[in-house]
């Protein structure tokens, strides 16, 4: 092998050893970037001439100092780089397999280059253990999605599990090559090395032919080559039928004819079953929870009529016979009309559940502390009549429905009152603050917008942890009726309202302290127009 003879002086090499190494190595002219580099410092001792176009170091370079092929790399591949050299000593097939560093040239320009090493099988006084490093650069557009041969190959498995082939046409000769899986996919036996267009397009479904030829023949060959992504079912070779996903490219020479036609085909037949599958299990929920409301609301309505004939002759009843109702008379006709009431209770809130979950009340700026007074306003009799104190901070201005609002602090504060403890005045505290990025990112929320934290804290008997979700649901009550009256559906009420407004609402028990009820709310509903 012919080299400039100034390198060799400058190196001082043993010519007969590195001439006796190269004859037992792949040749300096290989079709890739080599370099011999030595164990113990990892200087580069000889590079070719792909290795000086690529990186930009000559051989003129490497004299004296030198280079280092550690100088190449970022310090964390340093140990990668260790390894695979370990590697090759102990396992011959580690030769034939690759690692993917990125590599810095001589100008600073970092890319990145599959990496196969070799040792050359002598040593020398002088030199030491020597390696011989072959690198491809990459061309591909892939970003490099790979680290290694082992992780390719990883890579393949998983898609050669999920039914995933490639095809290529060559469009001049109309030859078709399939890899093995697309053979998987249409299930054919005998699989043919090459077949012609005719063939593969005879497995498309009829309904999707005339389509999918558009496609490629319109869009794609005589449109300029534009990538061909579609979605189409085929007909197997035994009779079934699959969806698959087609990702296609037109690839053309240097005078813009195309010349190959070349892609990918994974079946997604069972992603689209599954998809199917639960969109028609939520278009049935939805339509199932559509006629509950509706029912819930005819029923409620339907009701009024009845009860109020109940409450009307019950109260003529216990005007007009009082004197003669008395004893157990007089108590049956005093719980009929209390549970009247209840019943009555119960159907308005029903029908405000239902009000809710149907209503279409516009979003308008509303400032929160203006709510708020309003709400003390309403239930001033009740806050007089237990000793109520209620402690707030400034409450933010955003963008809501007043009356759902208006209701959401009602039905919290109210519950607030009721469940206080025996011989102690409840104490209600108000704090707002805007969540952070952090939390944000806890609740899972879009992080371009803003969002305001609303807690409201009570001294009250609270409850136990394990029902805090099981509040929130319709009808569900922790304490008799006797003891705290009311319908249970108070707090599923404001589960729909923060629900309408793209918000959260939970409630903890605060040990020795009482309950907490958090909200969560978007100072925006822009994004979420009803």
Same mark, same amino acid.
């Given at each position: 092998?012919?080299?400039d003879?100034?390198?060799?002086?400058?190196?001082?090499?043993?010519?007969?050893?590195?001439?006796?190494?190269f004859?037992?190595?792949?040749?300096?002219?290989?079709?890739?970037?080599?370099?011999?580099?030595?164990?113990?410092?990892?200087?580069?001792?000889?590079?070719?001439?792909?290795?000086?176009?690529?990186?930009?170091?000559?051989?003129?370079?490497?004299?004296g100092?030198?280079?280092?092929?550690?100088?190449?790399?970022?310090?964390?591949?340093?140990?990668?780089?260790?390894?695979?050299?370990?590697?090759?000593?102990?396992?011959?097939?580690?030769?034939?397999?690759?690692?993917?560093?990125?590599?810095?040239?001589?100008?600073?320009?970092i890319?990145?280059?599959?990496?196969?090493?070799?040792?050359?099988?002598e040593n020398?006084?002088?030199?030491?253990?020597?390696?011989?490093?072959?690198?491809?650069?990459?061309?591909?557009?892939?970003?490099?999605?790979?680290?290694?041969?082992?992780?390719?190959?990883?890579?393949?498995?998983?898609?050669?599990?999920?039914?995933?082939?490639?095809?290529?046409?060559?469009?001049?000769?109309?030859?078709?090559?399939?890899?093995?899986?697309?053979?998987?996919?249409?299930?054919?036996?005998?699989?043919?090395?090459?077949?012609?267009?005719?063939?593969a397009?005879?497995?498309?479904?009829?309904?999707?032919?005339?389509?999918?030829?558009?496609?490629?023949?319109?869009?794609?060959?005589?449109?300029?080559?534009?990538?061909?992504?579609?979605?189409?079912?085929?007909?197997?070779?035994?009779?079934?039928?699959?969806?698959?996903?087609?990702?296609?490219?037109?690839?053309?020479?240097?005078?813009?004819?195309?010349?190959?036609?070349?892609?990918?085909?994974?079946?997604?037949?069972?992603?689209?079953?599954?998809?199917?599958?639960?969109?028609?299990k939520?278009?049935?929920?939805?339509?199932?929870?559509?006629?509950?409301?509706?029912?819930?609301?005819?029923?409620?309505h339907?009701?009024?009529?009845?009860?109020?004939?109940?409450?009307?002759?019950?109260?003529?009843?216990?005007?007009?016979?009082?004197?003669?109702?008395?004893?157990?008379?007089?108590?049956?006709?005093?719980?009929?009309?209390?549970?009247?009431?209840?019943?009555?209770?119960?159907?308005?809130?029903?029908?405000?559940?239902?009000?809710?979950?149907?209503?279409?009340?516009?979003?308008?700026?509303?400032?929160?502390?203006?709510?708020?007074?309003?709400?003390?306003?309403?239930?001033?009799?009740?806050?007089?009549?237990t000793?109520?104190? =209620?402690? +707030?901070?400034? %409450?933010?201005?955003? $963008?809501?429905?007043?009356? #759902?609002? @208006? !209701?959401?602090? &009602?039905?919290?504060?109210?519950?607030?009152?009721?469940?206080?403890?025996?011989?102690?005045?409840?104490?209600?505290? =108000?704090? +707002?603050?805007? %969540?952070?990025?952090? $939390?944000?990112?806890?609740? #899972?929320l @879009? !992080?371009?917008? &803003?969002?305001?934290?609303?807690?409201?804290?009570?001294?009250?008997?609270?409850?136990?942890?394990?029902?805090?979700?099981?509040?929130f649901?319709?009808?569900?009550?922790?304490?008799?009726?006797?003891?705290?009256?009311?319908?249970?559906?108070g707090?599923?009420?404001?589960?729909?309202?923060?629900?309408?407004?793209?918000?959260?609402?939970?409630?903890?028990?605060?040990?020795?302290?009482?309950?907490?009820?958090?909200?969560?709310?978007?100072?925006?509903?822009?994004?979420?127009?009803?």
């Open positions: 092998m012919d080299f003879a100034p390198v060799r002086n400058n190196y001082k090499l043993n010519e007969s050893l590195l001439d006796d190494a004859l037992k190595c792949t040749s300096m002219s290989s079709p890739g970037l080599v370099a011999i580099v030595r164990l113990h410092d990892y200087k580069v001792l000889l590079v070719n001439k792909q290795f000086e176009h690529y990186l930009g170091y000559t051989n003129a370079d490497l004299h100092n030198g280079i280092q092929f550690t100088d190449l790399l970022e310090s964390y591949q340093h140990d990668r780089l260790k390894n695979q050299l370990n590697n090759i000593n102990e396992n011959i097939e580690a030769r034939s397999h690759y690692l993917i560093y990125p590599i810095k040239s001589k100008t600073g320009v890319s990145f280059y599959y990496l196969y090493a070799s040792p050359i099988e020398n006084d002088t030199f030491g253990k020597l390696y011989y490093l072959l690198l491809h650069p990459d061309l591909s557009k892939w970003g490099m999605p790979f680290t290694s041969s082992d992780s390719k190959e990883l890579f393949l498995e998983q898609f050669d599990n999920e039914d995933f082939g490639t095809f290529e046409r060559i469009i001049d000769v109309d030859k078709v090559f399939l890899s093995e899986g697309l053979f998987r996919i249409f299930e054919i036996d005998e699989p043919l090395h090459v077949v012609d267009t005719h063939y397009m005879s497995f498309i479904h009829p309904n999707d032919k005339a389509r999918i030829i558009k496609e490629i023949t319109k869009n794609a060959l005589e449109n300029g080559g534009e990538d061909v992504n579609v979605e189409l079912k085929i007909v197997t070779a035994k009779k079934q039928v699959k969806i698959i996903h087609c990702l296609a490219r037109i690839i053309k020479n240097p005078d813009g004819k195309p010349i190959l036609f070349t892609g990918s085909i994974r079946d997604i037949t069972v992603h689209r079953s599954i998809e199917e599958d639960l969109k028609n939520v278009e049935e929920l939805n339509h199932s929870n559509k006629e509950l409301e509706e029912f819930a609301f005819v029923a409620s339907d009701l009024q009529e009845p009860l109020r004939k109940i409450t009307t002759f019950s109260g003529r009843l216990s005007e007009k016979y009082k004197d003669v109702l008395t004893g157990d008379g007089a108590m049956y006709l005093s719980r009929m009309t209390a549970s009247a009431e209840n019943m009555r209770i119960l159907i308005n809130d029903l029908l405000e559940f239902s009000r809710i979950s149907k209503t279409t009340q516009p979003y308008e700026p509303v400032k929160l502390d203006i709510i708020l007074q309003h709400v003390l306003t309403d239930l001033e009799l009740i806050i007089e009549e000793g109520t104190v =209620i402690l +707030t901070q400034p %409450l933010p201005a955003l $963008e809501a429905a007043a009356s #759902e609002m @208006k !209701q959401l602090f &009602t039905n919290i504060i109210n519950n607030a009152i009721k469940f206080h403890k025996e011989n102690i005045a409840p104490k209600i505290i =108000i704090e +707002t603050n805007v %969540l952070s990025e952090n $939390e944000k990112l806890q609740y #899972e @879009k !992080q371009n917008e &803003t969002y305001y934290k609303v807690q409201i804290t009570d001294n009250g008997i609270g409850f136990e942890n394990e029902y805090a979700m099981r509040i649901q319709v009808f569900q009550r922790l304490h008799g009726k006797s003891e705290y009256p009311g319908s249970g559906i707090l599923a009420i404001c589960k729909k309202i923060m629900e309408h407004h793209h918000g959260i609402i939970y409630a903890e028990n605060i040990p020795d302290t009482g309950a907490r009820f958090t909200f969560i709310i978007p100072q925006s509903q822009q994004m979420n127009k009803r």
